[in-house]
């Protein structure tokens, strides 16, 4: 099976500040992959770099490469509206766009130019019940999303991430804003979803790394310093800092 992401050599700076030392991570398909390690370290840069938003940072340098089904997205060829149709991001804390139920998760599908309701209606159904959420949406389509609890929320905008149909889902701290209750449950929906879905997390928590992702890459001062399967990075680390860190010993 070969790699859905892949990045060679990749560097990044922000200004005069190397914020990724040449970073070489293959992720496999329709997995959930972790990234874990201490705050500064990398883990939501290198996550951005995968669909770009980086771009948007004033200052921002980019070296090396990063393939999308072995096709390097950092080329000047690259379309990034389609790219982040193609890699969606669902953020720290959600972000519900002041608006309907209805009209968040058909948001995407509009912007790339669809606006028959007819063929938007079926669109929302289903990105909802991947989420879990028509059933108790299904009557509150016309509601203000700004309404719902957290946990809906971001349900919500995992729903509007997945109605235009994206090939990788980028999570950067998604429950971070949640309850533990609500947090089993996102991870629950995460597990659902890398059965049709690339994922890859970036995430504080060590124990969920543990608990949802096949393979889990440890970053330090911008370094990949360790990565593979989540049980042997876990219990078994081969480079001593990541063991430190695992343990408890710092971060």
């Not at 990565?227 to 010993?249: A, H, M």
Request: hydrophobic share 40%; glycine share 8%.
């Amino acid at each position: 099976m070969g790699s859905k992401i892949q990045t060679q050599g990749l560097d990044l700076h922000y200004g005069k500040f190397r914020a990724l030392l040449d970073v070489n991570l293959s992720i496999q398909p329709r997995m959930i992959t972790a990234i874990i390690g201490p705050s500064g370290c990398g883990k939501s840069t290198l996550l951005r770099c995968f669909n770009r938003m980086n771009d948007l940072v004033k200052g921002v340098r980019v070296a090396g490469r990063v393939l999308l089904d072995g096709v390097d997205i950092l080329g000047p060829a690259t379309s990034l509206s389609l790219l982040r149709r193609r890699v969606g991001m669902v953020f720290q804390r959600p972000n519900p766009f002041p608006l309907s139920v209805f009209d968040n998760v058909s948001y995407g599908l509009r912007v790339h130019g669809e606006t028959h309701r007819s063929r938007l209606v079926p669109v929302v159904e289903s990105s909802l019940q991947a989420t879990g959420l028509w059933e108790e949406l299904k009557d509150r389509l016309d509601t203000s999303a700004l309404d719902l609890s957290p946990e809906q929320q971001q349900r919500l905008c995992i729903s509007r991430v997945v109605a235009v149909q994206p090939e990788v889902l980028l999570m950067d701290e998604p429950c971070s804003a949640l309850d533990p209750i609500a947090t089993g449950r996102i991870e629950d929906l995460m597990r659902a979803l890398a059965d049709q879905y690339t994922i890859v997390i970036v995430t504080h928590n060590m124990q969920q790394a543990a608990r949802v992702a096949a393979e889990t890459a440890f970053m330090l001062l911008g370094e990949l310093v360790e990565f593979g399967p989540t049980l042997g990075v876990f219990e078994n680390p081969k480079d001593q800092r990541t063991e430190d860190y695992v343990s408890g010993r710092y971060g």
